[in-house]
């Protein structure tokens, strides 16, 4: 799976949209980018996955660079409940094993 | 999305005894399952990867006599940890995935405390 590296932690106003940069510059052409996010004490929630083309859900957008080296989660509008720490993780779309790395700690400030 | 579910939530237990979480796909069939834990202020660790009526895949450093899993099923995975000791004490999430989806979906975790 490719590495991939996160800022360890951010701030973001309630209501504002919460940004959260990946860089996975080692991505090769068959790995999706996912995302994860972590509430304290709970299991991780999926949140959303793309391989090249930009992606929305309901939840959030996922924004890869044409290179396909960087991403960014974009939660629209983000309220108290985002708060979390977010995963960002490339690996194959066949059995291969989910391996997190430190994530970014949002917070989201009233 | 689809569920997955662990019991118990929480355990506590004598150090020296053995405790059994279960996992759980509740609505569909998981080929794959994944055993983590978690410590404080830490993100998961994989321990291992089973797939169904297959012997489970040990990462590097996780004792595979000491942290059993059996996945019988394929809706149901077991992680029995063999004489649990403080050291032991830890957040434990299962995750499952169905053949015919990319994510993992996670259960909500069991939380061990070894007395």
């Known amino acids: 799976d490719a590495k991939t590296t996160q800022p360890p932690s951010m701030d973001c106003a309630e209501g504002r949209a919460a940004n959260l940069p990946c860089n996975h510059s080692t991505i090769s052409g068959n790995e999706y980018v996912y995302w994860y996010r972590q509430i304290h004490s709970q299991g991780p929630q999926y949140i959303i996955h793309?391989?090249?083309n930009n992606e929305t859900n309901e939840m959030a957008s996922l924004i890869i660079t044409e290179d396909r080296k960087s991403s960014t989660l974009i939660l629209p509008h983000a309220t108290l409940r985002d708060t979390a720490v977010y995963y960002c993780?490339?690996?194959?779309?066949?059995?291969?094993?989910?391996?997190f790395g430190p994530g970014t700690s949002l917070s989201v400030i009233p | 999305g689809a569920v997955v579910s662990q019991h118990p939530s929480w355990v506590i237990c004598k150090s020296g005894t053995s405790v059994k979480i279960e996992c759980r796909s509740l609505?569909?069939?998981?080929?794959?399952m994944f055993w983590y834990r978690q410590f404080p202020k830490q993100s998961l660790m994989l321990m291992a990867t089973?797939?169904?009526?297959?012997?489970?895949?040990?990462e590097q450093g996780v004792e595979k006599d000491k942290f059993l899993i059996n996945h019988a099923s394929l809706t149901l995975s077991t992680l029995t940890v063999t004489s649990a000791h403080p050291e032991d004490s830890s957040f434990y999430i299962c995750s499952a995935r169905a053949g015919i989806y990319n994510e993992q979906f996670f259960g909500p975790g069991t939380r061990l405390t070894v007395l």
């Open positions: 089973s797939n169904e009526g297959s012997k489970a895949t040990y």
């Open positions: 793309g391989l090249k």
């Open positions: 609505d569909f069939q998981a080929t794959t």
């Open positions: 993780i490339a690996f194959k779309t066949s059995y291969d094993k989910v391996i």
